[in-house]
């Protein structure tokens, strides 16, 4: 592998190259080529990568150039390679995936520019010079090229000033990831690759307590990283594209498990989440052993690598070893968790395994035997050779748009290769628990025959732990065969914090809770914890409570069980309803609390190059968003502005099969054709999305599962349930959509909306996996009847669920406060059910009408003091549901029985999600 070529491709333009041709020139006044090389030079001086900037013209600048074109391909909207004759000064980095937001760029001060972006180039040196091969500089060099930049408060500048749309680290990354399919003759080949863990929520869901969520989900977590890991290893990072290994706290913690210099890097990632993304709780938290605590407890609490990778490989012969990368990543796992040391590849955090732990003792046993692999793993993959002929094919439609020539091999490879992949069956292999003849490939260890696990019903239980009838205790049985097992002295206290009586668990279940102990150091948190935590962390609350109530809610928070500190249900919530601190205006102490399930609405489309703002007058959008001056050929400007129009009308031509659900609800829509750097720029933007949607978790004293960008899965107490909504939500659309990183920027996925499911229920009566699954239910139901999605539905565990539109939860909100407060009767769902009129009779806006005067006349009757903020937001979310909710048209009575509304009426959607929120009081 030429490292250096990777290393010349990742900064083959100066990151300032737009401010270049203004005169922020550092090391070279002759070409921004020539300034980029000067500043490689410098980065790598003295580097296992030192040794001088490469010729310009030689076979390697041919191979960057071409690298430099597919990646940028048609985000630069058919601009032709500059000539020369004329330059566009560039006022606005505009978001690639809704282009109504943009970014004044902000011309910093010459000479401030030039000392900082001189401590750049030091900075990162400094880390590359920690490196002892050509391959771990070049990954010190990827992880931190731009994380330095970032740090040094150095603006976030466009990759080409003629079509601000992506940053030029967006780019520049992109290009690295290209040069795996440009050949060392200059010709392209390769290889795009996914593979995937199928029914990943099947795998975390599998689940009866909070940690068992984590715990699937850093196990899917670990097993694709460290697949594509492998891969990662031997050619480069740049070989995964998504989700990226930007920002991605994985990538830094196994450069320092592996690479020389690789604790420096994941030091400038902890300053960079401590500092700018505000990860300062768990950097107190984690003061004692500084970056590598910080950055491994961000990990654990949350997964922020998805059951699904892509990878742009050299060579198809190495994507035929996913499988034996899979069946490896798996290995080093469980291995690891028992205690095995130098596992290849190495897990990237540390599990503290206490091998005279009875939990250890009883995982060893079990996990002996263990079939691979145990997870489900598929791939597929595309050559770059087969992309080619879509490519043509594809050139050939888009050019009866009248543009021959525009559309060719070489804009179009990239997009074709990830048409005709998702288009090819995946090769699937499934975890066999059973030979041929009924021989289990697992160890049973209990008498009788086998059963399944009462958490998978697809997997054959390996344990089974009896309970005593008279208390939350193992039975006998369970203490005889424990004791047999595991030799006399074990505690069954400490054993019950993992395996739980009543329980029958297989493999993959003993693997996931054994991997989530070990990783946390014994923290396998229920959703009792969940529950309370919000409350024991805010004193008020506890000085509210009498002491032998305080005592229990300690000993639960600290890892008890609620039954078996208190007593059978109802005691635990009897027990609490005691505790009643003075002016506390939260919902009170309970064990009722929130699933919060998130996604993000048409991403498939946003992934597909369907993005917002461009449509319906596309040369319009254009004219506004191209800077209209150059300085030069203004005439040769402007045939390239319309070139570049005339480009995206042409591709009009695939809008519908690509973008049809997305267009339908749009009318702003348009497709563009996306490009390695338009997939750099959306797998970044998730990841800090992600990043951000765990620290605001975290913050609120929840446990974010996983946080995937677009989706999220999380648990919190009531009072942080609809706060968490609300933050999350403005996170996914960014700051005018963009993610402001101080001085720095990345476009937020603000092209669509975000849907979110609010679950309440009770943390000891109701059954964690059935409540997780209704609440992905639930947003998927929301998500259908409500126009443009962009849903809130608010359901319990009783049975009412309301739906309104995510971003009127500052109503919702205001309305859970005044029901708290008094200041709006908990009777008045029930007053609007008494006083309703059946909504299939009498003219659509006539019946509006009427509900709006009725709602306020029964609202005001129901409030007092300061009720009127609260009868306002429910007239304003009223409003709203009768613009978004898609209601069946009237129909006369013949047609009445051919179907029921999608949905139920605004004033009976309105009663129900009002019965919902009680559930936080």
């Known amino acids: 592998m030429d490292w250096f070529a990777k290393a010349y491709a990742l900064l083959h333009d100066p990151p300032h190259k737009a401010l270049w041709f203004e005169g922020y020139r550092i090391y070279s006044k002759n070409s921004h080529e020539e300034e980029a090389r000067q500043m490689l030079a410098t980065m790598l001086m003295a580097t296992p990568l030192g040794g001088g900037a490469p010729p310009t013209r030689d076979a390697l600048a041919r191979r960057v150039d071409l690298a430099d074109r597919v990646a940028a391909s048609f985000d630069r909207w058919a601009l032709p390679k500059p000539d020369g004759g004329y330059w566009v000064k560039a006022k606005a980095l505009y978001n690639p995936f809704n282009v109504k937001y943009s970014l004044e760029i902000k011309r910093p001060d010459p000479k401030t520019f030039e000392a900082a972006f001189l401590e750049y180039v030091h900075d990162v040196n400094d880390i590359l010079r920690e490196a002892s091969s050509e391959r771990d500089a070049y990954m010190l060099l990827y992880a931190t090229a731009e994380l330095a930049w970032a740090l040094r408060d150095l603006p976030a500048l466009p990759a080409d000033t003629r079509a601000p749309t992506h940053t030029i680290f967006d780019h520049l990354y992109a290009t690295a990831s290209v040069m795996n399919w440009v050949g060392e003759g200059g010709g392209m080949r390769g290889c795009l690759l996914e593979v995937d863990i199928p029914g990943i929520q099947k795998v975390i869901g599998s689940a009866r307590k909070a940690g068992d969520y984590n715990a699937g989900s850093l196990l899917v977590s670990l097993a694709i990283w460290l697949t594509a890991w492998q891969y990662m290893r031997a050619y480069g990072p740049d070989v995964l594209l998504s989700p990226t290994p930007r920002f991605n706290p994985l990538f830094y913690l196994q450069l320092e498990k592996e690479i020389k210099g690789g604790n420096k890097a994941l030091e400038l990632y902890s300053r960079f989440a401590t500092e700018i993304l505000g990860f300062r709780e768990l950097a107190e938290s984690g003061r004692k052993e500084g970056a590598k605590t910080l950055v491994h407890s961000l990990v654990t609490r949350a997964s922020v690598m998805p059951g699904t990778a892509y990878l742009m490989l050299p060579d198809c012969g190495e994507a035929e070893k996913a499988p034996e990368y899979f069946d490896r990543a798996l290995t080093a796992i469980k291995d690891a968790v028992l205690g095995s040391e130098g596992v290849d590849p190495p897990l990237p955090i540390p599990l503290s395994v206490d091998r005279s732990s009875p939990i250890y003792k009883l995982t060893v046993e079990t996990l002996r035997q263990m079939p691979m692999p145990y997870l489900p793993f598929r791939y597929r993959y595309v050559s770059v050779e087969e992309a080619r002929e879509e490519a043509r094919r594809l050139a050939e439609v888009l050019s009866r748009g009248g543009l021959p020539g525009v559309f060719d091999e070489e804009r179009l490879l990239f997009y074709a290769a990830r048409r005709l992949l998702h288009r090819r069956p995946a090769m699937p292999r499934v975890p066999s628990w059973f030979a041929k003849g009924g021989a289990p490939r697992f160890k049973k260890l209990y008498d009788g025959p086998w059963i399944h696990s009462t958490l998978d019903p697809d997997q054959p239980a390996s344990l089974r732990f009896g309970q005593s009838p008279d208390s939350l205790d193992y039975d006998e049985a369970t203490k005889k065969t424990l004791e047999e097992r595991l030799g006399s002295g074990w505690d069954p206290k400490e054993l019950k914090r993992v395996f739980k009586p009543k329980e029958a668990l297989g493999p993959v279940d003993v693997l996931k809770r054994a991997l989530y102990y070990a990783a946390t150091g014994g923290r396998l948190p229920s959703v009792e914890v969940i529950a309370l935590s919000w409350y024991y962390q805010r004193?008020?609350?506890?000085?509210?409570?009498?002491?032998?109530?305080?005592?229990?809610?300690?000993?639960?928070?600290?890892?008890?069980?609620?039954?078996?500190?208190?007593?059978?249900?109802?005691?635990?919530?009897?027990?609490?309803?005691?505790?009643?601190?003075?002016?506390?205006?939260?919902?009170?102490?309970?064990?009722?609390?929130?699933?919060?399930?998130?996604?993000?609405?048409?991403?498939?489309?946003?992934?597909?190059?369907?993005?917002?703002?461009?449509?319906?007058?596309?040369?319009?959008?254009?004219?506004?968003?191209?800077?209209?001056?150059?300085?030069?050929?203004?005439?040769?400007?402007?045939?390239?502005?319309?070139?570049?129009?005339?480009?995206?009308?042409?591709?009009?031509?695939?809008?519908?099969?690509?973008?049809?659900?997305?267009a339908q609800d749009f009318g702003d829509v348009a497709f563009v054709i996306p490009s390695p750097s338009y997939y750099a720029a959306l797998s970044a933007s998730l990841m800090v999305?992600?990043?951000?949607?765990?620290?605001?978790?975290?913050?609120?004293?929840?446990?974010?599962?996983?946080?995937?960008?677009?989706?999220?899965?999380?648990?919190?107490?009531?009072?942080?349930?609809?706060?968490i909504v609300k933050e999350t939500r403005e996170g996914y659309h960014g700051e005018k959509g963009f993610h402001r990183l101080r001085n720095y920027a990345l476009p937020a996925p603000a092209a669509y909306g975000r849907s979110y499911s609010v679950r309440l229920a009770h943390s000891i009566t109701d059954f964690m996996a059935i409540e997780v699954w209704a609440a992905h239910e639930a947003v998927e139901k929301a998500k259908e009847v409500v126009k443009g999605k962009d849903a809130l539905v608010v359901s319990t565990s009783t049975g009412h669920m309301g739906i309104a539109k995510t971003p009127n939860v500052d109503s919702v909100m205001k309305v859970v406060a005044a029901l708290l407060e008094g200041s709006l009767s908990r009777n008045l769902p029930y007053d609007m059910e008494r006083e309703f009129a059946d909504e299939r009779t009498g003219n659509i806006d006539a019946r509006r009408r009427a509900e709006e005067a009725l709602l306020r006349y029964i609202a005001e009757r129901n409030a007092r003091g300061d009720g009127k903020a609260a009868v306002e937001a429910l007239i304003k979310l009223h409003g709203e549901m009768w613009e978004s909710l898609k209601l069946k048209e009237m129909r006369d009575d013949a047609e009445e029985t051919c179907g029921e509304p999608l949905v139920k009426g605004p004033w009976q959607n309105m009663v129900e999600l009002l019965k919902a929120l009680r559930e936080f009081l």
Request: proline share 7%; glycine share 12%.
């Open 539 to 662: 004193k008020t609350w506890i000085d509210g409570c009498p002491d032998d109530v305080k005592k229990a809610v300690e000993e639960i928070v600290n890892g008890g069980d609620a039954e078996e500190v208190i007593g059978p249900s109802p005691a635990p919530d009897q027990a609490l309803r005691r505790c009643r601190p003075p002016g506390e205006k939260a919902p009170p102490m309970s064990f009722m609390y929130a699933i919060i399930s998130a996604d993000g609405d048409f991403i498939g489309g946003l992934n597909r190059g369907c993005v917002r703002g461009l449509g319906p007058n596309v040369g319009k959008a254009i004219d506004e968003i191209l800077p209209k001056d150059a300085d030069g050929d203004a005439e040769q400007w402007r045939r390239d502005r319309e070139a570049a129009a005339q480009a995206l009308k042409a591709a009009r031509e695939l809008r519908d099969a690509e973008c049809g659900d997305a």
């Open 689 to 723: 999305t992600a990043l951000k949607d765990v620290k605001t978790v975290l913050k609120h004293g929840g446990e974010a599962v996983y946080a995937g960008g677009d989706d999220l899965l999380a648990f919190a107490a009531r009072p942080a349930a609809l706060e």
